[in-house]
């Protein structure tokens, strides 16, 4: 157990570089001049074009560009910009992913809005494990039922509207027509957080129910779920206990892939509901054409992505004995 | 065979199981007239029809028949496991020691499970739960029924492994099934099974998976079980080699049916039913140089169109248009010849074929 | 409902059959009629006779038979066609539409939903039946011409994932070694970006964008998920009996992999690449939505629902119709995807 986790972290090292350079290789090895790529259509004042392509290095050939920008490598003074105290090792490793047009670190714009995103998230996670595993159980436990089809069919509707129709819908129904829930979540409290985290969750929450269902239909007919079953044990303990414990297996899985779909919904979510997080700065800098922001907060939730899928594998190891000794 | 003398029958008469009052002059296991169906989409397969047997105290009856035939059905029926939908049991009773198992409520029911009657499955790598040690899945059996202590039931729990001849068993109670080679695994489930000591213990193929010298441990393993502990012992098998070394009693079981019932060493010089004769010529005997295997030819019937009467005469050498037209009973083969019986309108006839 | 074929037992295409001997796992019902996973010896007795499992031919004329009792494959395939003509004609649905004013697709401020003397407020009447948007653009027109964009990416980005799995990853799965290795930890890597986010890096910095550009966009990030799927199933039809016993004849390693796995391996990827077309369209979307994916004046769902953002709560006509144009197309991609799945590749549930 303990040689797969470290296995597991060793891995993680070059899928982490291999995917931030990736990232920065794709950005800043367009043809064009990627400053003002960033900056889209609009014209880029000299002081803040210089700010920046001081800031990315761009004279330095890729690799050291890359260095510089994960804090490899010991960055410049940055000579164009007076106010900068940027100097010596501050990059990606240390916390910082870039400045924004407006020459403002991204990890200080970052840093008002991570705890509403991870609030936001979190509570989408819980409403999607939650309502998803228990609708996956209704229906899997009783194929064929009411409850089997209902779960069957809301799902796939569920899935198949887009997340930024399903937000707008919620709103106009829970927040223009019902009244239940404010349209406008900008406070970033609990209540306000309840519909953005349900519309974020909806997708994941419905794949989680049909593969809680598909997989739980099938550990009911496997083998040692029969000799659960002639063990005499109570149907509850050999459904609550052998069945879904297995039945999870996949689940979990699903959930570590699910990660990244969260965070692209999250910043569609939080874009439609004003919810003062990270996903919300992403949508406005895509108005305002901040290229360097949008760039910047991406690293960031890929980043926070790899991590997370990290945990899940340690947690799939823990539930399935069979996978440590691979 | 039996050298019981603990046998859980011989107790006093005013058991109860199930909350229900054991009959002690009955016997330890009786299943009468039972039909199981399965009502699946292509139609209605009636995978046992009729099955009739009784199981005693330190006996071991094997329950013989191809893929298909019902065998495990009826096995699962007894402990009712089978998956129901689609699986119904439809008519019949299963008495065990005189408690109609099939009139208990489930709840009462579960309790019969494990505690007097268990199974073994043949692969016992599917029949194990992956995600649990050993060690909790036979615990399990003390804690759930018993409510034994934790520490106690895994110390229950080694002394079982340990007495189904599994190396170093107090150390292995923490390993997974898939730790196990496919012989210990098999004694794993062994040992869960015998955990709370039943009455009847029902083994579906438990040699199947296995290799041929490890089959030949596991079968020695439960002869020798069955001896310290009188339970009864229902094994079903495809494998005539298998039932030849250990059964006292066999049913020879055809397209949800048995065709034939006796005593070992009965039906094993003198078939009553040509099908029975089509297995023994099917098996090579080392006795009998020379002679060629002969194997029956076409395949079992889908229960779904069962043959008309006689279910068999599709691939019956000896069949005439009464075995068409007409559905033989299951009847003593010649009158008189109580212990044996054959449902084959020629099993006087039968009898003779293999007669040595 | 949508899985009406769950409960049909299909006949099960076993390879072992022909060898199933006395040793075989043998087991007298599988009560749904399914051999139980993952063991692969069990057969099931009484209603898969030996004539049945023929080979190919059998498993697809057998797929074929379940999939034609699936309403839900007809639901799906009636959907998939009419927005395919929808994207390839969109005339199709509008020779008999008078309700738009501007054919040549000039729109009318006139006609916005911001004014108030609009023609019914520019909401949807009888002669403008999705009503107008807030360039006064007929929403009947758009949404029609919407389908394009979509229909196309989804089919373009797919192609381009499909005909990568198969050349990479049947390479990988069937070589293994030096080669799997490094296909494998590439794939390692891009698996860390998710294609959402992905996306938006790669667009926000992009100059012009049009349907090629994101559709170039969603392969690069989306292609890993398509190769995995057929490198295992390259691996685990490698291994089959009938492949070895095609190799002990000496079969070359190209015909191995064109004749024997790639057809037998394939159907997961079938299955994966119609649901993947629904998930790419609902990418798009999702990117056009949040202004990086294609530039106006394309017409886009996405970017009509982004368009509408100020209105929506006002105008919620702005939102459903785009919206349910989407929503139906995905569904129909979707539905088809699990209705082949049923049907070709039972295992794969």
Known sequence: MFRYIIRRMLQFIPVFFGATFLLFALVFAVPGDPIQALAGEKPLDPTTKAVLDDRYNLDDPLFVQYGKYMGLLPQDEIEADPNSDVAGFAGVLQGEFGFSLTRRPVSDIMADAIPVTAKLGIMAFVF????GVSAGVMAGLRRGSFMDNFVLLSTLAVIAIPVFVLGYAAQILFGVQLGWAPVNASGGSFNELILPALVLGAVSLAYIARLTRTSLHENLSADYVKTATAKGLPRKRVIGRHALRNSLIPVITYLGIDLGALMGGAIITEGIFNVPGIGREVFQAITRSDGAVVVGISTFLVLIFMISTLVVDVMYALLDPRIRYE | MSTATTSPSAQSSTETIAGRQVDPGAPLLEVENLRVEFRLNTGTVVANDGVHYTLKSGETLAILGESGSGKSVSAQAVMGIIDSPPGYVTDGSIRYRGIDLLTLPENQRRKVRGNHISI?????????????????????????????????????????????????????????????????????????????????LIADEPTTALDVTVQAQVMDLLAELQDETGMGLILITHDLGVVAEVADRVAVMYAGRIVETGDIDDIYHMPAHPYTIGLMESLPQLDVKGSRLVPIPGSPPDLTRRPSGCAFHPRCRYAQQVCVDEDPALTPPVPGMDRRLSACHFSEEAINVRRR | MSDTTDTTPSTTFDHDTAREGSHAAERDFTPDGRPL???????????????????????????WRVLRRNPMFWVSAVIIVAMIIMALFPQAYLWFYNGDPNPDGVCTLSNSVNNPNAPNGGRPSTTNWFGFDIQGCDMYTKTIIGARISVFIGIIVTTFAVVIALIFGTLSGYYGKFLDTFITRLTDIWFAIPTILGGIVLLSVMGTRGMWQVAFVLTVFGWPSMLRLMRSQVISTKEEDFVMASRSLGASNMRLMVRHILPNGITPVIVYATIFIGSIITAEAALSFLGVGVALPAVSWGLMISQAQTRILQAPHLLFFPGMALAITVFGFLVMGDALRDAFDPKGR
């Open chain 3, 37 to 63: 996973p993952p063991k692969r010896d069990e057969n099931l007795v009484s209603s898969v006779s030996a004539e049945q499992v023929t080979g190919e031919a059998s498993l697809w004329s057998e797929g």
């Open chain 1, 128 to 131: 999607e494990i939650i309502i």
């Open chain 2, 120 to 200: 073994i499955f043949q692969d016992a790598l599917t029949a194990l739960n992956p995600v649990f040690t050993v060690g909790f899945q036979i615990a399990e059996m003390l804690r759930v029924h018993r409510g034994t202590s934790k520490s106690d039931a895994y110390k229950a729990a080694a002394e079982l492994m340990d007495r189904v001849k599994i190396p170093a068993a107090s150390e292995r109670l923490d390993s997974y099934p898939h730790e196990f080679s496919g012989g210990m695994r098999q004694r794993v489930m062994i040992a869960m099974a015998l955990a709370l000591d039943p009455a009847i």
